[in-house]
């Protein structure tokens, strides 16, 4: 379960909550399974949502994976306190957890019948895993939600595909917006939102295609867009969906490319830019060339300004020995390679 362990190690190294003890635990329900998101408990435990796929035949041609839910709660080294598992006829990806208070918590994903397409979602669940409530927000919003965050309001951003939409905690869409870019690209999928710290206004970064370049966009409490940027650095720009801010507002993000192809192997190329709070590039890093690293998850540790990122390095790819290994990487405030390791 690769994807919940970086999550954990990121956590441990840039977090003082994790500053008592070391851990790195991996918890294996199936061999397809990644986790989506993860939050605090009022107790400083660590809430962690996760899915794995079952896959039913929905006609002669193509199998679908539907995906199952687990929950697990650990303690700050790591051990399980509580773990619950999910399953109904309903597909459902969650890609965000918050604590509406000691014994209830919300999740915003997709959800849908299996073999169809899914709608932006939500459930409701009680601190012991059991489903309070679990509705779509509408049939106009249809889609597979990428990400979400929570505003200073305490209503939440979800976004994916062309879609931003604003919710509140009991299952009301608040507003929406279809994000429309067909005149240049044919294809737009948003990938990832924060919120900006004391306001209602986020960052949402996506991909767009075809040609291939990110895109990154502010836009305001009523989803009005305050400036909007498009990076293109290669034939091949895309994101996994790794970006963060850091203390003074400015932007972090990654951008995954191919470098090299030999024996019709392709290989990635990453690279780390840090932007002013416009989105203008303050300044750019290449690495990993010659690999296939794909970054998840990027932060800065306060007191030092280091910038830590982790993901996969998919040896796979490389050697087809059906491994993934855990990929940490370590920069100074300006981008530069301090050290790196793999689990």
């Not at 976004?159 to 905690?169: F, T, Y």
């Not at 990154?216 to 034939?235: A, C, F, G, P, R």
């Not at 800065?300 to 059906?322: A, C, F, L, M, Q």
Request: charged residues 20%.
């Amino acid at each position: 379960m690769k994807k919940l362990t970086i999550l954990l190690i990121i956590l441990q190294l840039g977090n003082s909550l994790f500053s008592q003890c070391y851990f790195q635990e991996t918890y294996g329900y199936s061999n397809s399974e990644s986790s989506r998101c993860y939050t605090s408990t009022l107790n400083n435990n660590l809430l962690i949502v996760g899915s794995w796929q079952d896959y039913i035949s929905c006609n002669p041609q193509w199998d679908y994976g539907i995906n199952q839910l687990y929950i697990l709660e650990i303690d700050t080294c790591g051990s399980i306190i509580k773990e619950k598992t999910i399953q109904n006829d309903t597909d459902k990806i969650i890609s965000f957890i918050d604590v509406l208070d000691s014994s209830n918590y919300l999740l915003l994903g997709s959800m849908g019948i299996p073999c169809e397409n899914p709608y932006f979602g939500f459930m409701q669940i009680s601190s012991e895993g059991e489903i309070i409530n679990s509705e779509i927000f509408g049939e106009d919003y249809e889609g597979l939600c990428e990400d979400a965050t929570k505003l200073t309001n305490n209503n939440y951003v979800m976004v994916g595909d062309d879609l931003v939409l604003v919710v509140n905690s009991e299952g009301d869409a608040i507003t929406s917006r279809r994000i429309n870019f067909s005149k240049n690209y044919s294809y737009l999928k948003l990938k990832k939102v924060i919120n900006i710290p004391e306001t209602n206004d986020v960052i949402i970064l996506g991909d767009l295609n075809y040609p291939f370049d990110l895109i990154l966009m502010k836009l305001d409490k009523d989803l009005n867009t305050v400036w909007e940027q498009i990076y293109d650095y290669s034939t091949f720009d895309h994101t996994y969906g790794c970006m963060g801010l850091t203390e003074d507002n400015s932007i972090l993000l990654s951008n995954t490319f191919p470098d090299t192809t030999i024996d019709s192997h392709v290989y990635q190329k990453n690279q780390i830019l840090k932007l002013n709070e416009n989105g203008d590039p303050l300044w750019s890093q290449f690495y990993h060339g010659m690999d296939s690293i794909a970054l998840f998850n990027i932060g800065e540790i306060k007191d030092t300004k280091e910038i830590i990122v982790s993901g996969i390095y998919d040896r796979d790819s490389i050697d087809y020995t059906n491994n993934n290994d855990i990929y940490f990487m370590r920069l100074d405030s300006l981008g530069n390679f301090i050290n790196d390791t793999e689990f």
